[in-house]
């Protein structure tokens, strides 16, 4: 079925509406554009239903900014406090044998890849030196001041 023409104006039943025209005509030309002869049967198109992540309707630039990739930190080793340990030996020998065997088995568990039990080995081996460090310094203190003490009260006994 050929037909020429324009397609039939549409009024909804029931809707009446005066100041709506159905018919648009934009002025004389090519059709579709500026000086148009043909009219439009439908309202002229509008900007399109979607839209470039960088673009908008009025042509200005958005910046889309996205948030910095996580990184992520991979551990691979733990220090096991060894050095300390056999340090702590010379100051207070039964904490400082508890530090190397803390020390012993950081360095085992990481060995085997557990880095969160290689972690929590280290820092006791670390708490146990410095504590024999600590006990160690205070007990040479303490011995300086009792031997002070006893040579200066038995000076007159000479």
Request: glycine share 0%.
């Given at each position: 079925?050929?037909?020429k023409g324009e397609p039939p104006a549409y009024d909804a039943p029931g809707i009446s509406n005066p100041n709506f025209n159905t018919v648009y005509s934009p002025p004389l030309g090519e059709p579709g554009t500026t000086g148009s002869t043909q009219p439009y049967a439908y309202p002229p198109p509008g900007p399109p239903m979607?839209?470039?992540p960088t673009q908008n309707v009025y042509g200005n630039t958005?910046?889309?900014?996205?948030?910095?990739?996580?990184?992520?930190?991979?551990?691979?080793?733990?220090?096991?406090?060894m050095i300390l340990a056999v340090v702590s030996l010379f100051f207070f020998w039964p904490l400082g044998i508890a530090a190397i065997m803390k020390a012993s088995e950081s360095r085992e568990a990481l060995a085997r890849n557990d880095v969160a039990q290689a972690l929590q080995y280290s820092t006791e081996a670390k708490r146990y030196a410095l504590f024999s460090i600590g006990l160690g310094i205070v007990g040479i203190i303490?011995?300086?001041?009792?031997?002070?003490?006893?040579?200066?009260?038995?000076y007159y006994y000479y």
């Open positions: 079925m050929d037909q979607y839209m470039y958005t910046v889309v900014a996205q948030p910095p990739l996580m990184q992520v930190n991979r551990v691979t080793s733990v220090p096991d406090n303490v011995m300086i001041i009792v031997l002070a003490v006893v040579l200066r009260s038995n």
